[in-house]
């Protein structure tokens, strides 16, 4: 039990409503007004401000009605974990799988998604990365709009099944990584600025106003997004959290809001006795993310990597529409495999600027995220489709094979590790009219450019739309969607079983390349990885014979005493003690 408080510094006077009745709340000195009487588990309550209302809770816990209706207290003490004997996997093991846990499933819920645990576990994945599970508007969407950031989805099951869940995963062995959002809330149900000073009145962000990190009053705002990352980890047994769209954190302070969340994170592992991880998103290339602090880095444990993505996307697909025009040369993708950014301070055309700064002199391979499929890279195309829908099954191996056998940490999306049939597209549930149809107008005139007509443009308020995004199970026990499982299984198990491939030291790999045949050969202490991504049949001079047999390759690939044979889309794994010649 425990006494509600509320921080609101403009407002005359508070009520709290309570079982019908206003109850006058009063001003401590700290502008935190105070009902003196402690609540318990399951309490529902709400606010007048200066007689406007009734608002919910900003740190509403619960929100049983949606994010409009009244707040429900939660006493985290009244569920008992069971997870106490679990070990998490450090992050530099990591091997990711980010899903929307509501096309994860049909039913779109925590104990669905927790029935499929078993083929996570299965497929070798260590960490589930869930996009956001905080309250949004409406019964469905991507949760990056969400407004009542101190509570759980209730379409998705609400707090204690979250809990559930959370020992359902650490009883497997599988760490939980949580989306959260720092640089804006949404629009529908967003009553902070009732309470508050907690947006800037100048700054916005390109999905809502700027967060006030830095301007007056500004203490308790970071207070509330620190204590809220705080909570996931201490209430929810959270293992890491990844913070979204960071470069959209507007911060001018001495220490920025970065910085001091993870300083206070690092705390709270000490308490806990267990290692929590901090990972942004950015699309900065800006290694002061994961700098050290001492060194003026903001202490983050790693990044997003976009330029991975958009270097073997590009290449594959040919694509240059959009940032992809920055993309698709031979040479980009052997510099990121080396120096983590194709972009690190060198003249990036899509932006017609210079971008990037290189992060190799306090950084390595994990400190980066890495991914050939993810929501945005997916659900921000017109159609939501996937390299399912854009490659050949032997590019998608080659592109598998990159990641998983890269120095970075790899991270699948939901569904490609069966090469799922399902788009990925972006929806929403607006319950206000005006936002829902500025949804889809703003969806319209972001593709119009690329000469899609409105006809053709997955409206996000429709149903169908959702529906067409879940996952299709049953593709499993077809024979093509199986293979490529099988794939991946027994990529990630090389991964996990070899050491050269979870070594994230980026100056021990050797590349071997001939950039106009578009070959490419790994070396990773004994391991060698060889790749042909043109259509056209290759032979490579080796200097010595000393090559093990293959490990795993696709298609079937033949190595004589002096030449290595490598089919047009191929891709293999060796283990060798032998030299590569003939590389220009």
Known sequence: MKNLEVWAPKAKQMHLLLQGKKHPLKKNLHDLWVFEHPFVHGTEYSFFVDEEGPYPDPRSLSQPLGVHGPSCWIDHSQYHWKDHHFKPTPLSGAVIYELHIGTYTKEGTFQSLAEKLDHLFNLGITHLELMPVNGFSGKRGWGYDGVNLYSVYEPYGGSTAFKQFVDQCHHKGLNVILDVVYNHLGSEGNYLSKFAPYFKEHSNTPWGSSINFDEAESDFVRRFFIENALMWFRDYHIDALRLDATHAIIDQSATHFLEQLATEVRALSKVLRKPLSLIAESDLNDPRLINPTKVGGYGLDAQWNDDFHHSLHALLTKEKKGYYQDFGQFEQLLKVLTKAFAYDGNYS???????????????????????????????????????????????????????????????????????ASSPFLYFTDHQDPSLGQAAKEGRQREFAAFGWRPEEIADPQAEETFAKSKLQWEELKEKKHAEIFEWYRTLIQLRKSLPELYDGDLKKITLTHNTQQQWLIIERGQLLLTTNLSSTPISVPFAHSSISPLLLSSPEINCSSTTLFLPGETVGIWCYKSLVEGAN
């Open 349 to 419: 055309p899509s932006r017609k600027r210079h971008h990037g700064r290189s992060p190799l002199v306090h950084a390595n391979g994990h400190n980066f995220i890495t991914y050939i499929q993810n929501h945005d890279q997916i659900g921000n195309r017109v159609l939501g489709d996937r390299f399912t829908h854009l490659l050949s099954i032997d590019k998608i191996k080659i592109a598998s094979a990159l990641l998983l056998c890269s120095p970075f940490i790899p991270m699948l999306f939901q569904g490609e590790e069966w090469m």
